[in-house]
C-alpha cells in the first residue's frame, strides 16, 4: 500500500515512528511523510520514505491557518493517492480527518496529547471539542496514548466507545534500549531530566526541587538534556539555563542524538510534566532499568507504578518533587535499583513496540479490506 504519515514536525516521525516506519517499509509499503521539514528529512529519505513538505504552524490557533491546512491536505491526498493516512499531533489529526472524508481516504489518527486549547477551558476548549467532534465522527479507529486521554473523549461525546483503541505509546524497542547495569553512586546520586526546555514539561518545578534537595544534600547532581525550543510559547530560554548552570543548581547537557549513555549514568530519571500522552523518555528510561520520578499527570501514571517502578509527585508542585527526591536518596543502592528492574520488566510486558506495529497492522488491514 501508499502510506502517507503526517504530523507537526519531521523528527516526530523519525524520533518516535521510526520503528514502525522501518516495519511498514520491510512489508513492502511505501511510505511518504507530511511534515513542515526540519534536519530529519534527510534521514527519513535514506530509510527509504519519500518527503513532502507541509506548510503549517504548530503553534497558531487561527482557524483560517486550519482550513488552509485542510484544502493543502486535500490537494495532498488528491495528488499522491494514498491508500491509507496515519496521523499524529493534534492539528494533522483533525485537518487531515476532515480532508480525508472529502477525498474518501482511509485514515488513521493517534491522539498523542490534548494540547493547551483542548485543556485551556472557555471558548478555546468549546472549538477544540467542536473540531474534534466533527473531524472523528465517521473514523473506524481513533487511537489513545493513555487512558485518561480516551475516556475524556469518551465522557464528552467526541467519540464512540467502539472507536477507541488504546496503545502504549510509540512503543519501546527493547533491545535498542536494553538493561544497564546501575550506576555507582560513591560519589554522587544523579537526576536527569530529558525533554524539550519547556514550562509545561515542568523545567522550573524540576531547578526549584534541585534547589531545595541540594541545600541538605549538595551531593545530590540534577542534569537537564534536550532542545531549547524557541518557538514554543512556553519554552526556556538559553539564557536561564546559563543562569542556572552559573548557579550551580543544574548542568545542563544540551542536544544529544543518543540519550542512551546519559541514562545510564544517571541514578534516576525525572519527568514533572504537566500532562503527557505516553512519555517517551520515561519509557526510554525504564527499558533501560532506571527508576523513575514523575508528576501524577496522565500518561505519566500509566508509566509509572508508584512506590515500585519509581515515585509520583504533584503536578507544578516543586516540594512535592523535591520529597519525592529526598526519599530516593533515602533508599539503600540495591532498593533502587530493584526499582529499575521492576520498570523494565514493566515495559516488557506492556510497552514492547510490537504491540504498537500489531495494533496499526490490525486497523490497517480492516480499514483497506476490500
Known amino acids: ?65 486550519g482550513m488552509k491546512l485542510r ?34 481516504v482511509p485514515f488513521i489518527p493517534n491522539v498523542t496529547g490534548l494540547g493547551t486549547a483542548f485543556l485551556s477551558g472557555g471558548i478555546l476548549q468549546f472549538v477544540a471539542e467542536g473540531l474534534y467532534r466533527q473531524a472523528f465522527s465517521q473514523l473506524p479507529v481513533v487511537f489513545f496514548q493513555n487512558r485518561d486521554d480516551r475516556d475524556l ?42 525533554g524539550r526546555l519547556l514550562r509545561d514539561k515542568g523545567v522550573r518545578e524540576f531547578v526549584d526541587a534541585a534547589r531545595m534537595v541540594r541545600r541538605h544534600r549538595p551531593d545530590a547532581q540534577f542534569r537537564l538534556l534536550g532542545a531549547v525550543d524557541a518557538a514554543n510559547r512556553t519554552a526556556i530560554d538559553r539564557e536561564t539555563v546559563a543562569r542556572w548552570e552559573r548557579e550551580g543548581v543544574v548542568e545542563y547537557l544540551g542536544v544529544q542524538p543518543d540519550v542512551r549513555p546519559s541514562i545510564a549514568a544517571a541514578h534516576c530519571v525525572v519527568l514533572p510534566s ?42 507544578g508542585d516543586a516540594a512535592s518533587l523535591a520529597a519525592a527526591c529526598q526519599t530516593f536518596l533515602s533508599l539503600p543502592r540495591e532498593t533502587r535499583a530493584a526499582m529499575g528492574r521492576a520498570g523494565r520488566a514493566r515495559m516488557a510486558a506492556a510497552f514492547d513496540q510490537t504491540i504498537v506495529l500489531d495494533a496499526y497492522r490490525k486497523a490497517m488491514a480492516e480499514m483497506t479490506a476490500g
Not at 484544502?71 to 480532508?99: C, E, H, W
Not at 503527557?276 to 496522565?298: C, F, H, N, Y
Open 1 to 65: 500500500m501508499h502510506v502517507v504519515m503526517t504530523v507537526n514536525a519531521a523528527w516526530n516521525i523519525w524520533n518516535f515512528r521510526r520503528d514502525l516506519v522501518a516495519a511498514l517499509l520491510a512489508e513492502g509499503h511505501d511510505i511518504t511523510v507530511a511534515a513542515p521539514p526540519d534536519d530529519s528529512v534527510a534521514e527519513l529519505e535514506a530509510l527509504g520514505c519519500r518527503f513532502i513538505p507541509l506548510k503549517m504552524s504548530a503553534q497558531s490557533l487561527s482557524p483560517v491557518e
Open 71 to 104: 484544502a493543502q491536505y486535500k490537494d495532498l491526498f488528491r495528488s499522491q493517492r494514498p491508500d491509507i493516512v496515519l496521523s499524529y499531533t493534534i492539528k494533522n489529526n483533525i485537518f487531515g480527518a476532515m480532508a480525508a472524508r472529502a477525498c474518501r
Open 153 to 194: 473523549f469518551l465522557a464528552r461525546g467526541i467519540i464512540r466507545a467502539d472507536q477507541a483503541r488504546l496503545l502504549p505509546g510509540s512503543g519501546i524497542d527493547l533491545r535498542r534500549f536494553a538493561a544497564a547495569a546501575y550506576a555507582d553512586d560513591a560519589e554522587a546520586t544523579i537526576f536527569l531530566m530529558i
Open 274 to 315: 504537566y500532562r503527557e500522552g505516553a512519555p517517551r523518555t520515561l519509557i526510554e528510561a525504564a527499558a533501560m532499568a532506571r527508576p523513575l520520578i514523575a508528576t501524577d499527570v496522565p500518561g505519566c501514571r500509566d508509566v509509572v507504578d508508584h512506590g515500585n517502578t519509581g515515585f509520583l509527585c504533584e503536578p
